[in-house]
């Protein structure tokens, strides 16, 4: 209770949040990920992301869970692949 004899549950003061379209699944929970175009000639960090999201032939389609880090290595690689 506060000096006002009335008692608040804590948070409830707190803004709803809203759904970031970057960062929201849109219901199925993965992505689809294709890559498109070739790592060479490239930085070489950006052939390893390219391994690391499980690519290793141009046409080669692999399905991701949607989370932050595989967003962020989508981002990085953005120009060398399509997402669905």
Known sequence: MNSDGIDRAR??????????????SKGSGTI???LVRSPIGFDRRQGEVVRGIGLRRIRQTVTLKDTPAARGM??????????E
């Open 11 to 24: 948070g409830a003061h707190e803004k709803p949040t809203m759904a970031n379209q970057r960062t929201d």
């Open 32 to 34: 689809s990920v294709t």
């Open 74 to 83: 989508i981002h990085k690689v953005r120009h060398l692949v399509s997402v």
